[in-house]
């Protein structure tokens, strides 16, 4: 494991910042669709072009894999990259969006990074000294703090992200999201989720759970107990945290 990992991961999450919010602040986004039906943007392909490059200039035998230019090099190291998670909610002009960054090393991910400029937030973790989160270097200088598990909780007394919403879900899909929204203090969003009218349209995504990455960024920061993903919206990949 190699203890410069970090600050660089901190760089490349500047840089991605920087190039994400050129493009969100000026609507400038230049989607095209993919073959999946899913956007993707400039934003996207210029992020992991620059990471690409500026990982290569630090450590030219490191391999490199992203979503839109898949993978490079050959190695025991690999930089694992996702230029903007979230694109939807990038070209609607919504907050739910980051750059992630992963670092494997023999196969074992031993960084992993979620830096979401928007929503003023960055989380990282790493084996060997647990998870952390702090402010993005727009915000102001806040010092970064450790992330800790609370003891005693009851599942009654949680607060739980679901989504996606039960217009987009099946009858047994929406039975398993209901009977989980019913056991818990509290649900995110606030959704009838025994309906299902196909016609409706998705309400707005909150910066409150909705989404799988900032389900989980939630729950890491401590303002979820839980964002369960199930085979309804399956995740295409491991996420840093």
């Known amino acids: 494991m190699n203890p410069a990992d970090l600050e660089l991961a901190h760089c490349l999450a500047d840089q991605a910042d920087a190039i994400a919010r050129s493009y969100f602040s000026t609507a400038a986004f230049g989607a095209r669709t993919k073959s999946d ?43 694992i990259i996702d230029a903007i998670d979230g694109t939807a909610s990038f070209l609607a002009g919504e ?69 996606p919403p039960p217009s987009r879900l099946n009858q047994q899909e929406r039975i398993v999201a209901a009977k989980l929204a019913g056991g818990v203090s509290q649900v995110r969003p606030l959704l009838d989720w025994t309906a299902a009218d196909p016609t409706a349209p998705d309400p707005r995504k909150p910066s409150a759970g909705s989404g799988t990455c900032h389900g989980a960024l939630l729950v890491a920061a401590g303002q979820l107990d839980g964002m369960p993903s199930s085979s309804w919206e399956p995740v295409p990949g491991t996420s840093p945290l």
């Open 37 to 79: 039906g899913s956007p993707v943007t400039y934003a996207d392909r210029e992020i992991e072009t620059v990471l690409r490059t500026l990982i290569r200039q630090e450590h030219p035998d490191d391999a490199f894999i992203g979503e839109w230019f898949g993978a490079h090099g050959h190695g025991r190291r690999r930089w």
């Open 95 to 163: 907050p739910e969006w980051s750059t992630l960054i992963a670092v494997e090393e023999d196969g074992r991910v031993t960084l992993g990074m979620v830096s979401a400029p928007a929503l003023g937030r960055r989380l990282w973790a790493r084996p060997d000294s647990g998870s952390w989160t702090g402010p993005c270097p727009s915000e102001p200088a806040v010092p970064a703090h450790r992330l800790v598990l609370t003891d005693g909780a009851s599942v009654h007394n949680a607060a739980v992200g679901i989504w």
